[in-house]
């Protein structure tokens, strides 16, 4: 039996569950909240309304009733998945975590024990039976943005009617609907007030500073793999100590781009913060601050790229620039990300960065790339929905390549008075059936 716990927003996991049944598999399926019980209800699942203690006890009660061939998760960083993946390891069960992808837009993430910083790119390779060579990667085509948000909208909406029956749930994002509504509002207005501005430094950046400027990449202040891998950075502090350092350590002739992630543009006001800042450093001529625009083609001209731990930095090694990981990323190795070339050397500071941008060795670039490709990466796409069954047929190929899980045939029961389980039917009431 498989385990699905929380999936990408949308249908994925469905659609994925219904593929691993086709496939001789049993599954079950726990929800969290609303919108995990909008998009997959039926008798194959279960609602879970406890906290994250009771279900480390559900869990570890289940697992041995039950045990479990493998568990398969979305996000290693939530409470719930964080506690099942100690619960898994402890009774020695593989748990496959998905990401939205390292290389987008076409290619998701599958690796097991953990993504980013958890990522098993960190660790010497295992041994494998000879590679067939990799599949033709087959374009998502589709506006990604626009069908993740649609499914995030229905999503998040059916979370907060939902709430009431899953009053005793913990979530890895505190953010409310109606404050949500606002800020994505605010992200849209600034989105188009600062357009031309965004326009104009980008093309000046790329037409008359080609190689005379440094990119500095935020990231979602919220995002998880900063939270916990960032070593204690926020982008507050980035914007500060990047922009201090900078002024006193860069050549006078170069300067510093900041790039607001465009999914925290409504979130945080960066864009006033950063050019006081500068303003008070005497650098404020220097210094450019965008929020918008491809962050690829501003790396492919730039000086080199400084981020936390984002998956930018693999832009900045596949254009040969050089790269400063400042947190836990699964490319801060040597060869790659913030070290110096010779053996056994320590990573560089952000101070000498400026001042020694060191270029990633690009044949350690291409075998990293090679075994991502091979062992983290399913061509598709979990909310574009012309991909989205393929992509699941994809990921349980993969899934049985890299475990050979063999199917058993195990009963899909609640245990008996489980703390926090809820019986499927308590939210018919109130949430629509599962959508397609």
């Known amino acids: 039996m498989i385990l699905l716990l929380q999936g990408p927003v949308g249908p994925f996991f469905r659609i994925l569950a219904n ?17 995990d019980r909008l998009f997959f209800g039926g008798r194959h699942s279960l609602n879970f309304s406890g906290s994250v203690d009771a279900w480390t006890d559900w869990l570890r009660t289940f697992i041995r009733g039950r045990k479990p061939e493998a568990i398969i998760l979305f996000g290693d960083g939530r409470p719930y998945h964080r506690q099942a993946m100690a619960v898994a390891a402890q009774a020695e069960i593989p748990v496959a975590c998905l990401e939205e992808g390292y290389v987008r837009p076409h290619f998701v993430t599958l690796e097991w024990g953990g993504n980013n910083a958890l990522s098993p790119l960190r660790r010497a390779p295992a041994a494998r039976p000879a590679d067939p060579g990799a599949e033709p990667v087959e374009p998502v085509k589709g506006n990604l943005f626009r069908a993740m948000t649609f499914f995030a909208i229905r999503y998040y909406l059916a979370k907060a009617l939902g709430a009431v029956f899953f009053r005793g749930s913990t979530y890895h994002r505190h953010r409310g609907i109606l404050s949500e509504a606002i800020l994505w509002t605010r992200n849209f207005y600034r989105k188009l007030r600062y357009y031309p501005a965004n326009n104009q430094i980008m093309l000046d950046l790329i037409e008359n500073r080609e190689n005379q400027y440094f990119v500095v990449a935020l990231q ?26 900078f002024r006193r350590f860069a050549a006078p002739d170069h300067h510093l781009v900041i790039k607001i992630h465009p999914m925290d543009r409504g979130h945080k006001s960066y864009r006033s913060f950063a050019t006081e800042l500068a303003r008070v450093a005497g650098c404020r001529d220097r210094v450019h601050i ?84 091979r062992e983290s990466l399913v061509n598709g796409s979990f909310y574009v929905g012309s991909v989205i069954e393929a992509t699941a047929r994809r990921t349980i190929r993969k899934f049985q390549e890299q475990l050979k899980i063999v ?22 009431a109130s949430l629509p059936e599962t959508a397609t």
Not at 19 to 35: I, M, R
């Open 19 to 35: 593929q691993l049944e086709s496939a001789g598999y049993d599954t079950l399926k726990v929800n969290f909240n609303g919108g």
């Open 220 to 245: 979602v202040h919220d995002d998880q793999q900063l939270l916990r891998h960032g070593r204690g950075w926020t982008m507050e502090r980035l914007i500060t100590e990047s922009i201090r350092s």
């Open 290 to 373: 965008v929020d918008d625009g491809s962050i690829g083609l501003l790396i492919r001209h730039s000086l080199g790229l400084v981020t936390v731990n984002s998956t930018s930095g693999l832009l900045a090694l596949n254009h040969g620039k050089p790269l400063l990981a400042l947190g836990d990323a699964l490319y801060n190795a040597p060869g790659l990300a913030g070290h110096y070339d010779r053996p056994g050397a320590p990573p560089i500071t952000l101070d000498a960065f400026w001042q020694k941008p060191i270029a990633p060795d690009q044949e350690v670039v291409r075998a990293f790339n090679e075994r991502m490709r």
């Open 407 to 428: 199917p058993v045939d195990f009963p899909v029961r609640a245990p008996e008075n489980a703390p926090g389980i809820g019986k499927p039917e308590t939210m018919a």
